[in-house]
Structures are given as structure tokens and as C-alpha cells.
């Protein structure tokens, strides 16, 4: 049961990247500039590399506890 919980919040978790990422590569506006902020730090503000960074925190944290 508690490995169909996991697995359950895993996919949940690519999906939302997966999502991120689909949403990310499609915007094209007008308006398509960057701040300068982000032009200084382009990883730490690029929200797919945030998901995928939670999602492997998580991973790594749920095997630690199964493992003490």
C-alpha cells in the first residue's frame, strides 16, 4: 500500500515538471523579455529546475527514511 502511495507521488510530481516544462517552452509573446534578475541567475529562478530539484529531495528523502 505505501508503495503505491510513493509511486502515486512520484508520477504526480513528473507530471507537474512535465507540465512546467510544456508551459515554459511554449510561452512566445510579444513581450518576450527577461528581467535582470533572471538574466544574473537563470537557474535559480527557472521554475522546471525547481520542480524536478523538490521532486528528487523527495525521492532521496523517502529511500533515506525506508532505510534507517
Known sequence: MVTIIIV???VLICMIGLAGTLQA???KSERDEVSDEVQKH???FNPVII???LAGIAGVGIILYYMM
Open 8 to 10: 502515486s507521488v512520484i
Open 25 to 27: 517552452g511554449g510561452k
Open 42 to 44: 537563470p537557474v535559480l
Open 51 to 53: 520542480i524536478y530539484s
